[in-house]
């Protein structure tokens, strides 16, 4: 007989005590330790169908919640058929944190905001009135959108799963695209996702693989190692000899929410991929910004950081014409 606990009694024990569920921990352990969230929390940790990857009808593939990122990274089927992930995957954090941070707990986990992880200052996120970073320091802060927090989402994952139209499996719920997580940031007023307390994520479903796919991701950040992005962008291409056939790009790090950068790949769907053709492409991300006082650097680092994805995706194929 399976001792595995039910997921719909782990749901109602956050209705009836309160605080948060918790996956791996290495987000939960950091804000219970700062006092932020003092819990109680309420383990998946024991819930064994919640981890893996299983083979979905059409070719798609199951990912389970508590899959972690070091095994996203180390799986053959992800590297080969969904590469965009796994790459992303392989950039955040250390191999200590990879090797117990969660996909579900990298795409509900909270924000990095200084004002936010401070017990004794009340913002937005803590059921405030105001975002104190806004008038404060707010250097690393958002340079696109008008949300009430202007603190960017820290998922990776996120970013790279809206390369893919990826969708969220909720326990008890309709599947629902990850993008739906969060909407546009402007509900995004006391958490950093839209989910209830008590709801659970239980999976992330991707489409088939795209045959010949290209994916880069690339992060501008402050110190060789362990560190948040300033800007991050994942970038998945497909040629057809050096034309673009198909391109999905995202961006981290510079809104309130993961963003799906479609105005990059309608500018590089049908051409070349030459370096003017994708510095062009970059440089449409411009038209997003809307800096704070102190983001304004985060305008140009945000389209370099996208060139870079793009021109690490495209391969040799950019290379022909870089010399004029």
Known sequence: ???????????AAVLARGGELRAGGTDTTARQRSGVSPGPFTD??????????????GGGLRIGALTTLAELVADPQLRAGWPALAVSAGTAATPQIRAAGTLGGNLLQRNRC???????????QKGGTDCPARAGDHHFGVVSGDGPCVTPHPSTLAMALLTYDAEAEIHGESPRGVADLYGDGDRLFHADHLLPPERILTAVHLP????????ACHRAISRAHAEWPLVEATARLALDGATITYAAVAAGGVARVPLRLTEVEDALIGR???????????????????????TGYKAGLFRD??????????GPAAAPSAAG
């Not at 998946?44 to 919640?50: A, M, Q």
Request: proline content about 12%; some cysteine; overall charge negative.
């Open 272 to 294: 070349e991929a030459i370096p003017g053709v994708l510095a062009e492409a970059a440089a449409t991300v411009l038209a997003r910004c809307r800096p704070l006082p102190q």
């Open 305 to 314: 950081t996208v060139l870079e994805a793009l021109e690490q995706a495209a």
């Open 1 to 11: 007989m399976s001792t595995e606990p039910a997921l719909a009694d782990l749901s």
């Open 208 to 215: 088939a693989p795209l045959p010949g796919e290209r994916a």
């Open 114 to 124: 200084w004002y936010y992880r401070n017990p004794h200052v009340s913002c937005l």
């Open 44 to 57: 998946l940790d024991g819930v064994g169908s919640l981890r893996g990857c299983t083979p979905l009808p």
